[in-house]
């Protein structure tokens, strides 16, 4: 099983990402995928799920309203979008499989 995060940078604040998570080794389509992210001297907190079709998103309070996150079940992949980032969305992004994580992308918001 491999999980592999791209899309990060340095956006300023205002600004746009998309992240993507790259998936390999296991039935994508029968599984919820997870991003957490981890801030400089923080915990992995939670902030998105998508279902095995794509039809039930749940967000953390964090990032409701500006983050939406998708999947492409044919390409193995699930996507942040990261709409309106803020100084303190910088952090390290992570997707989750069954407690499986990928290296992370770093995002960092700053002007």
């Known amino acids: 099983v491999q999980l592999v995060e791209s899309g990060g940078g340095l956006v300023q604040p205002g600004g746009s990402l998309r992240l993507s998570c790259t998936t390999s080794?296991?039935?994508?389509?029968?599984?919820?995928i997870y991003w957490y992210r981890q801030a400089p001297g923080k915990g992995r907190e939670w902030i998105s799920t998508i279902n095995r079709l794509g039809t039930i998103t749940d967000y953390a309070d964090s990032v409701k309203g500006r983050f939406t996150i998708s999947r492409d079940n044919g390409k193995s992949t699930v996507y942040l979008q990261m709409n309106s980032l803020k100084p303190e969305d910088t952090a390290v992004y992570y997707c989750?499989?069954?407690?499986?994580w990928g290296q992370g992308t770093q995002v960092t918001v700053s002007s």
């Open positions: 989750n499989h069954l407690g499986l």
């Open positions: 080794g296991f039935t994508f389509s029968s599984y919820p």
